[in-house]
C-alpha cells in the first residue's frame, strides 16, 4: 500500500513506482556452473562496473538483514561475482535522468550457495555524487533455481532526494 505525506496540512501525493527495469536474459545454470570465473569478468560493462558495485553492496546489506535469507543460507552472506547484466541509461524517472541496471549474481553464504537478481537505479541528479538505490531483489537457491521460483527480498520503499536546483544568479 502507497502512503503520502502531509505536511504542515499540505497533501504531498506518493512518489509513482519506478520504472520498469530493463529486460534481463538470466543464464541457465550449466551455462553458469561451466562459465564460472570468465562470466564474472565480463558480464558488466565497464561503464557499469561502479554502479554494479554499488548495487551489489546494496543487496549484500538486504540479504543479511532478511531473517529468511540469512535462516537458509546461514551467516556471513556475500554477494558474488555477476553472471549477467542488463542496463538501460539516462531513462526520466520523477523529472530526472536516471540509470538503470538489473544484475543476475552469486550469493554465498555459510551454509549453501544461491542466485540473485537485483534491480537498481542510479540517480544522475548530482554528477559528482551518484546515489545508487535499491529497487528489488529476488532470491533463488539451488532447488529453486532448478524449479524457476524465487523468494523476494523486502527492500526500503524508494525515495530520491530533492534535486539541488542552483539559480543562474548562484552561477555567476
Do not use: H
Not at 58 to 80: C, K, P, Y
Amino acid at each position: 500500500m502507497m502512503m503520502s505525506t502531509e505536511k504542515a496540512g499540505v497533501y504531498t501525493p506518493p512518489p509513482p513506482p519506478p520504472p520498469p527495469p530493463p529486460q534481463l536474459k538470466p543464464l541457465p545454470l550449466p551455462v553458469i556452473l561451466a562459465g564460472g570465473l570468465f562470466l564474472f569478468r565480463s558480464s558488466v560493462k565497464p561503464q557499469y562496473k561502479k554502479f554494479a558495485d554499488d548495487l551489489l553492496q546494496l543487496a549484500q546489506n538486504a540479504l543479511r538483514s532478511d531473517a529468511t535469507v540469512t535462516m537458509e543460507l546461514g551467516q556471513g552472506i556475500e554477494s558474488g561475482g555477476v553472471f549477467a547484466s542488463s542496463a538501460a541509461r539516462k531513462t526520466q524517472y520523477m523529472g530526472r535522468n536516471i540509470d538503470q541496471l538489473v544484475l543476475q549474481f552469486q550469493i554465498n553464504g555459510g551454509n549453501a550457495w544461491a542466485q540473485g537478481i537485483a534491480y537498481g537505479i542510479q540517480d544522475n541528479c548530482d554528477e559528482q555524487e551518484k546515489k545508487c538505490y535499491l529497487v528489488s531483489l529476488e532470491v533463488s537457491n539451488m532447488d529453486a533455481v532448478l524449479s524457476g521460483q524465487s523468494y523476494l527480498v523486502s527492500v526500503p520503499p524508494l525515495e530520491l532526494s530533492e534535486p539541488t536546483i542552483i539559480s543562474q544568479e548562484e552561477n555567476e
